[in-house]
């Protein structure tokens, strides 16, 4: 596949500069090793320091698959079980309902990790807008606080769920929670630039900086569990690869493949990519993925595993004004390859020498801003506002949407705007 990912290379800085994305790391893997690895653009917007393969992201919402994956070694080892009511390792934990009955001792470890507890988004202290305070004054904001829904009652996507199970661990294993992940996750998977530890990511240097409109200052995530991991898609490979060798990784057993299993198997993957443990299972291509996407405190990620086909990728952005991007560029790769695979072909083909010229990223500047558009090499052909463009004549193409595109030296006419090359 050495075509298609080189036209990949050439694709992301492109898309980069059109959605202005300061930094970009991504790597995809098979069973046994990473087969594209790369990092782009810079930590911060001053692109002083480059992003390299080992500068740590915040991957944000993807750290619940992680924290889950924790909880089913704490399975493993006989130390709880998933219908476990929280209350029995936080026994002050309570919640209230607008129907004036208590569910505190209702709440399992089941329901938290597939979002139906009932629970509300965020917790009074360290949510996605309050930044001051512990972990542990974190999770004791949550008591008092009301239910949306009773136990069981319906999915609600929840960060308090997953930060109760995360909290619960370390009373289990009599340590934080950060060192939990640490022993029983990090260090057999060879992790080695990954960590819940905020503080350790602060006094980082080789970090990414959040972006919004602007850098952001770092801030601690108090949403441990749900949203406080930091990493780098190498780092994240080495966790793909141990889930497609049904838990052992480099030779060795992390955990029982059963139990693996059962973090995606509560409900039948679909194409409505039902959340399981601590994941979300759907179809693509026929082929059953995991996933976990991330977003917030500047940053957007993604982590796909394909079962079927053994492979996944991570793909990590230190910017949230892009429309996800990121997962587009992964879900595009998937339906790309597969497609490939299943024609039996090895590899797509080379851009037309003819066509090359014209890929590059254009802008059209109005009074107060402006709008940029990418020309993409993907898959063989030609790509814009990801809509495959077939040659007419001369130098005039037609999108999907039969908008036409006409390619000139430096500018091209789309939709009858002129907008100017800015890279090629």
């Known amino acids: 596949m050495n075509n298609y990912f080189n036209q990949l290379k050439q694709a992301i800085p492109l898309v980069m500069e059109e959605c202005d994305i300061p930094g970009f790391s991504i790597s995809v893997c098979d069973k046994e090793k990473n087969i594209f690895s790369e990092a782009f653009g810079f930590i911060d917007l001053s692109k002083n320091t480059p992003i390299t393969a080992s500068t740590q992201f915040s991957i944000q919402s993807i750290s619940k698959m992680y924290t889950a994956f924790g909880f089913m070694l704490a399975l493993q080892d006989n130390k709880v079980s998933l219908d476990d009511p929280i209350k029995k390792y936080i ?26 507890t009932g629970l509300r988004h965020e917790a009074l202290i360290g949510n996605n807008f309050c930044y001051n305070g512990t972990f542990d004054d974190h999770i004791k904001s949550i008591n008092g606080t009301f239910l949306r829904y009773t136990p069981s009652e319906q999915y609600s996507y929840s960060n308090l769920g997953i930060d109760l199970v995360a909290y619960s661990l370390g009373k289990i294993y009599q340590m934080p929670f950060e060192d939990y992940m640490q022993v029983k996750v990090f260090d057999p998977l060879e992790m080695k630039f990954s960590t819940y530890q905020q503080k350790k990511f602060q006094e980082n240097t080789d970090n990414a900086v959040g972006h919004d409109t602007k850098s952001l200052m770092k801030k601690p995530i108090l949403m441990l569990g749900a949203g406080g991991m930091y990493s780098c898609p190498t780092d994240m490979t080495h966790f793909i690869r141990c889930v497609l060798n049904n838990g052992i990784y480099n030779g060795r057993s992390i955990i029982k493949q059963n139990l693996l299993e059962q973090m995606y198997t509560e409900f039948p993957a679909s194409s409505e990519w039902p959340y399981n443990l601590g994941l979300v299972a759907g179809i693509i291509k026929n082929r059953t993925i995991l996933n976990h996407n991330g977003g917030g405190f500047g940053f957007l990620s993604t982590q796909d595993i394909v079962l079927d086909g053994g492979y996944g990728v991570a793909a990590l952005t230190n910017s949230v004004k892009h429309s996800n991007k990121h997962i587009e560029i992964c879900r595009n790769m998937w339906n790309d390859l597969f497609s490939l695979i299943d024609e039996k072909k090895k590899d797509c083909t080379l851009i037309n020498k003819n066509h090359n010229h014209f890929i590059g990223v254009y802008e059209a500047i109005y009074e107060g801003g402006s709008c940029k558009i990418s020309v993409i090499p993907r898959n063989g ?14 130098n005039i193409f037609f999108s999907e949407n039969n908008d036409c595109i006409e390619f000139f030296d430096n500018f091209i006419i789309l939709d009858n705007v002129k907008m100017k090359c800015i890279r090629k």
């Open 381 to 394: 052909s030609l790509y814009c506002n990801n809509q495959k463009l077939s040659y007419y004549s001369g």
């Open 91 to 116: 026994p002050d934990f309570f919640i209230k309902h607008k129907n004036n009955v208590d569910y505190s001792s209702a709440i399992t470890f089941r329901q938290c990790l597939t979002h139906r």
